[in-house]
T-cell receptor
Framework: QKEVEQDPGPLSVPEGAIVSLNCTYSNSAFQYFMWYRQYSRKGPELLMYTYSSGNKEDGRFTAQVDKSSKYISLFIRDSQPSDSATYLCAMTPTNTGNQFYFGTGTSLTVIP | GAVVSQHPSRVICKSGTSVKIECRSLDFQATTMFWYRQFPKKSLMLMATSNEGSKATYEQGVEKDKFLINHASLTLSTLTVTSAHPEDSSFYIC?????????FGPGTRLTVT
């Protein structure tokens, strides 16, 4: 079993839709959770960084962590064509260690 | 936010030659940097973890004599692909470790002919 599971998609939605991206994980030691956005032929860009369970909102993006279910989500409200990209989740047990575990990424297309 | 640059962004080289890729943290110091390789439509594959002033830690299956990593300062790590072959063609991405996770560079596309 992989440490982090992420549905690769592809996911296609109309402009303005609410997008839900998800990852599940198996290691209960993970405490810090990240979401990255990667445009084609570019490096990943850090979107959200959260600690432990709960919600974090930044503009149209909301990151949600449910540690009891080992499940994290990224919600995108009022999706735009510019949101079309691959979204990677990542997690790590500590804030200072070097062990990061990445999902395989979900490809999202927002249709105008 | 934290900015990481990579140079060159794209390089084409002949088989048998060596190529050096630079990764710089522009507005912060990075004790730890990571090097990844990414194939088309695939996820990131960690190659090695680079710590300033010490030898890099390579992942299983990554040839350390082929992929030379140097992290001589807190703002610069380099990856040298030695005696490159067409199968080394890929997208190479570095990242720097910060308290808020990893910050990635824009990537370098290497094509070996």
């Amino acid at each position: 079993q992989k440490e982090v599971e992420q549905d690769p998609g592809p996911l296609s939605v109309p402009e303005g839709a609410i997008v839900s991206l998800n990852c599940t994980y198996s290691n209960s030691a993970f405490q810090y959770f990240m979401w990255y956005r990667q445009y084609s032929r570019k490096g990943p860009e850090l979107l959200m960084y959260t600690y432990s369970s709960g919600n974090k909102e930044d503009g149209r993006f909301t990151a949600q962590v449910d540690k009891s279910s080992k499940y994290i989500s990224l919600f995108i409200r009022d999706s735009q064509p510019s949101d079309s990209a691959t979204y990677l989740c990542a997690m790590t047990p500590t804030n200072t260690g070097n062990q990061f575990y990445f999902g395989t990424g979900t490809s999202l297309t927002v249709i105008p | 936010g934290a900015v990481v640059s990579q140079h060159p962004s794209r390089v084409i080289c002949k088989s048998g030659t060596s190529v050096k890729i630079e990764c710089r943290s522009l507005d912060f110091q990075a004790t730890t940097m990571f090097w990844y390789r990414q194939f088309p439509k695939k996820s990131l594959m960690l190659m090695a973890t680079s710590n300033e002033g010490s030898k890099a830690t390579y992942e299983q299956g990554v040839e350390k004599d082929k992929f030379l990593i140097n992290h001589a300062s807190l703002t610069l790590s380099t990856l040298t692909v030695t005696s490159a072959h067409p199968e080394d063609s890929s997208f190479y991405i570095c990242s720097a470790r910060l308290a808020g996770g990893q910050h990635f560079g824009p990537g370098t596309r290497l094509t070996v002919t």
